[in-house]
Structures are given as C-alpha cells and as structure tokens.
C-alpha cells in the first residue's frame, strides 16, 4: 500500500509533541493549508489514530492498537493493509506478477473478509488480531516444505511468550494454544518446480485483542486479560522469524519441544484420511514428523497430515 509520505510526517510531529499542536503550526511547517492540515488528520483518524482535535490544535491522546502503513518504513518489506479478503491470496497474486518482490516481504492486514484456515475452512478475522502471509521469496529444497510451519509456530510462540503471556503452547500439527484454548493457527502455500520449492508462503492467523464475548472462538486478551500493541508483536515476530530461519533443523526440534505439551502423552490422531493412530507421541524429528509409539506400531505423521489431536480423551476445539 502506497504511504503518504506528508500524512506520514504530521504523524510524527504530533507523537513527538506531549501537548497540542497548532493546525496553524503544522500548515506552516508542511506548506500546505490548514484544510489540508485538517484532511489529513481526519484521514489518520480514519486509520484508527486516537487524535484529539479542538481549538488548540490536535494531540494524539493514546497510540491505540490500529495497524497502518505509516509505522512500518520500506525495508522492513511489510505491506499492511486495513482490509483484505485474505493475506494468502494477496500474497499469492503478488508473486504471480512477473514484476513482483525480489526479496521476502509479509503481508499484513488488520482484518480479513475472507479469512483461510485449515482445510480450507473459513479463519473469523475481525480487527484487533495479526493477520499476516510471510513470503519467502527464493529457492529451498523441498526438505524444508515441512518444516517452516514449525519455525512459525515456535516464532508465534516465542513472540508472545517474549511479550508477557505466560505458557504458551501449541498442539500438533499447527495451532496456537493458551490454556488449552486455541487462538491462531498456520497454514501454507508453496509452488515447486522439478526438485525445489520455488517460493513459500506461510499464513498466520492470531487472535490478540479480539473481543469473542459469549462466543466459541477466544482470543489472547479474552483468555489472559492481557491486551498487546499488535504493531510491537509485528515486529518482534519478524525479527524472531528471520532468526529461526536460520536454525538448524535439530535446533528447531529441541526449541519446538518446550512448548509442546503432548509430548510424551498418550494421544490420539484422526488424519485427512480418516485413519486413527494411537500411541504416546515421542518426539518432533528433524524432518518435521511427529513420532508416535505405540505397542504394535511406530509412525511419523508429517505437519500436514493431522486434522485433529486428542489427549487423554479430551478433544480440544
């Protein structure tokens, strides 16, 4: 999304001013007229800027938690959007034009029309969640297809762990569990070519702030009481998920491994081909399998395979 680059620095002036300040102020120092001046402070507020406007001028009361083009600078490649049918199908069609990215870059949204979950099922995305495809934009071998859904479930993990919500986990194959409640999920697009992957997008879903009051779906902040600036939780991802990019896949596994709380449980797990496995889940190995052991049988169920995990007869929605 194209960044008005005066809109932009009238936002600045005003975070940086602890008072009021003057339409007259910012029309003199922009060149520009106060109905100008006026314009754009509307179009800000619009943007979900909490902006104070009166006879003094226009103070920003509180940063509030809206995503906006304006807090992210180019080389960051994050390109938000107030409103998308999906992160995935903008990611997709950007990669599709022949003039597109040379380098990786995520989409974000504030919220989705058409949000895509699991299975193709549809991901309720209101404003107040991270809504976000992560694109890696260049060739990897197809070893990796199953294991970059792990690096961004343990960067999700890690990201709100690392902002103050405490025992974050997830359950196998990609949700995103607080007490035991899923809040977000993952799922992936990639496109091959004889024995590569070309390029990868990874869809992530997370409920932050959402208000799901008297509904099935929650949210962090319904679960924990705790809200998030979704625009630091943004950048903290991203910084973390470059970082695990690089882990080793034996360092992902050993990471993975402390947010997994159906390790070494009994677990029961009902595939897209409506087979059941039984067994105690061993470990995650370095090729992104879920090893299940049971009296009569080991298996390795890869990332994708899994449409539901049941522990100890609960099943978790």
């Given at each position: 999304?194209?960044?008005?680059?005066?809109r932009?620095?009238?936002?600045?002036?005003?975070?940086?001013?602890?008072?009021?300040?003057?339409?007259?102020?910012?029309?003199?120092?922009?060149?520009?007229?106060?109905?100008?001046?006026?314009?754009?402070?509307?179009?800000?507020?619009?943007?979900g800027?909490?902006?104070?406007?009166?006879?003094?001028g226009?103070?920003?009361?509180?940063?509030?938690?809206?995503?906006?083009?304006?807090?992210?600078?180019?080389s960051?490649?994050?390109?938000?959007?107030?409103?998308?049918?999906?992160?995935?199908?903008?990611?997709?069609?950007?990669?599709?034009?022949?003039?597109?990215?040379?380098?990786?870059?995520?989409?974000?949204?504030?919220?989705?029309l058409?949000?895509?979950?699991?299975?193709?099922?549809?991901?309720?995305?209101?404003?107040?969640?991270?809504?976000?495809?992560?694109?890696?934009?260049?060739?990897?071998?197809?070893?990796?297809?199953s294991?970059?859904?792990?690096?961004?479930?343990?960067?999700v993990?890690?990201?709100?762990?690392?902002?103050?919500?405490?025992?974050?986990?997830?359950?196998?194959?990609?949700?995103?569990?607080?007490?035991?409640?899923?809040?977000?999920?993952?799922?992936?697009?990639?496109?091959?070519?004889?024995?590569?992957?070309?390029?990868?997008?990874?869809?992530?879903?997370?409920?932050?702030?959402?208000?799901?009051?008297?509904?099935?779906?929650t949210?962090?902040?319904?679960?924990?009481?705790?809200?998030?600036?979704?625009?630091?939780?943004?950048?903290?991802?991203?910084?973390?998920?470059?970082?695990?990019?690089?882990?080793?896949?034996?360092?992902?596994?050993?990471?993975?491994?402390?947010?997994?709380?159906?390790?070494?449980?009994?677990?029961?797990?009902?595939?897209?081909?409506?087979?059941?496995?039984?067994?105690?889940?061993?470990?995650?190995?370095?090729?992104g399998?879920?090893?299940?052991?049971?009296?009569?049988?080991?298996?390795?169920?890869?990332?994708?395979?899994?449409?539901?995990?049941?522990?100890?007869?609960?099943?978790?929605?």
């Amino acid at each position: 999304m194209k960044v008005n680059v005066t809109r932009k620095s009238i936002l600045g002036t005003i975070r940086k001013n602890t008072s009021w300040i003057s339409g007259e102020s910012l029309s003199r120092k922009y060149s520009i007229s106060r109905v100008a001046v006026w314009k754009h402070i509307k179009a800000l507020q619009d943007e979900g800027y909490i902006i104070e406007s009166g006879h003094r001028g226009y103070k920003l009361s509180e940063e509030g938690d809206n995503l906006s083009s304006l807090d992210f600078i180019p080389s960051e490649k994050i390109h938000v959007y107030r409103e998308l049918e999906s992160t995935m199908y903008a990611a997709a069609q950007r990669m599709q034009n022949p003039e597109g990215e040379s380098d990786d870059f995520i989409i974000l949204a504030d919220h989705q029309l058409a949000g895509i979950g699991r299975d193709g099922e549809s991901w309720t995305s209101p404003s107040g969640g991270i809504y976000m495809t992560c694109v890696i934009n260049r060739s990897l071998p197809l070893s990796e297809a199953s294991l970059i859904p792990l690096r961004g479930i343990l960067t999700v993990l890690q990201s709100l762990e690392s902002s103050g919500i405490p025992n974050p986990h997830f359950r196998w194959p990609g949700d995103i569990m607080i007490q035991d409640r899923k809040v977000g999920g993952v799922l992936e697009e990639y496109h091959i070519r004889g024995g590569e992957i070309l390029w990868y997008a990874l869809g992530i879903g997370i409920h932050i702030n959402d208000d799901f009051s008297g509904q099935d779906v929650t949210s962090v902040a319904d679960i924990t009481g705790i809200n998030l600036n979704r625009r630091k939780i943004v950048r903290l991802f991203k910084d973390i998920w470059e970082k695990n990019l690089c882990l080793t896949p034996a360092d992902l596994c050993k990471d993975l491994t402390t947010y997994s709380l159906f390790l070494h449980k009994h677990v029961r797990i009902h595939t897209r081909l409506n087979e059941i496995l039984e067994g105690i889940a061993q470990s995650i190995d370095t090729e992104g399998r879920l090893c299940l052991v049971s009296d009569s049988y080991t298996t390795r169920v890869l990332s994708g395979e899994s449409i539901k995990l049941t522990i100890k007869g609960k099943i978790y929605e």
